[in-house]
């Protein structure tokens, strides 16, 4: 799950260590951060190291390439396409693997471009919650409760976008409850939900709120009544004997539509981001 981040650390501190007018001491610095991450991925791994066997099961276990391309209703581009394109009969498990790779790669690519050239503490945010976003929705065998990594960047940012990223939070939450149905957990997290959002509607404005349409509180609030109105009907409607996973399905699908509404939003803020450059980078 930490690759989910590790490319906007990456793509931070070798944008804020490099300078090309002191190419010499900017190599000796990112020299010292790489030696101290190879050592610490070396110390982690290195019970595992010991033990072939033990190493092979713990690959398997990051990548569990076995079990194919999803296996439960996740909210992310494969499972929402999943009626459409029959992705695991159309493709073998090596071919989708590569497929969402590329796709994964592609997507994070322009965030952490952008975060090297303009490296500052903002964008850094900004490119947190877009990269582990795109890591959600283009890569091989995601977990439902991935999508709290996204979460993490973006609660820090909630005060500056309390609208949009408040949204996004109830979001994520109700696209997991087929997954909390199954540990009995609705009735706490629709307790939770509605303390977040008296609490998020006592927020402050902020004091340097960014520029955005009218149009956007307006899509935030629908995105949260939509969901609210599929739990509704899900307990007014049983779905037909032939449909079983009807509701995990319109689950998966209106949280993908609602995470790729919030990536392109977090793509306009990361790159309308006015955040001055860090000192390294400046100078």
């Known amino acids: 799950m930490s690759l989910y981040f590790a490319p906007c650390f990456f793509a931070y501190l070798l944008g804020t260590n490099l300078k090309l007018s002191q190419f ?46 999803f296996e439960d209703k996740v909210a992310n581009i494969w499972c929402a396409l999943s009626p459409v394109i029959k992705f695991k009969t159309l493709l073998t498990i090596p071919q989708t693997a590569l497929i969402s790779l590329c796709m994964t790669l592609l997507a994070i690519l322009p965030f952490n471009v952008d975060l090297f050239w303009r490296p500052s503490k903002e964008r850094f945010l900004y490119a947190l919650v877009n990269t582990s976003l795109c890591f959600f929705l283009f890569s091989f065998q995601v977990h439902e409760k991935s999508i709290l990594l996204p979460l993490l960047p973006v609660t820090i940012l909630l005060p500056r976008h309390r609208d949009v990223f408040g949204s996004l939070i109830l979001v994520a939450t109700m696209s997991m409850l087929p997954l909390l149905q199954k540990d009995g957990l609705v009735v706490p997290c629709v307790a939770l939900c509605v303390a977040f959002a008296v609490l998020l509607s006592q927020l402050p404005d902020p004091v340097d709120p960014k520029p955005t349409h009218l149009l956007i509180p307006v899509l935030s609030m629908a995105s949260v009544m939509t969901g609210v109105s599929l739990q509704c009907l899900e307990l007014w409607f049983v779905p037909p004997p032939h449909l079983p996973d009807l509701y995990p399905l319109l689950y998966s699908v209106y949280g993908f539509v609602c995470f790729l509404l919030a990536l392109l939003y977090g793509t306009w803020a990361q790159y309308t981001s006015r955040a001055p450059l860090t000192k390294s980078k400046q100078m």
């Open 24 to 69: 010499s001491r900017s190599v000796w610095k990112i020299s010292k951060i790489g030696l101290v991450v190879i050592f610490t991925f070396v110390l982690c791994w290195l019970p595992f190291l010991l033990s072939p066997s033990h190493g092979q099961q713990v690959l398997h276990r990051l990548f569990p390439l076995a079990r194919g391309l």
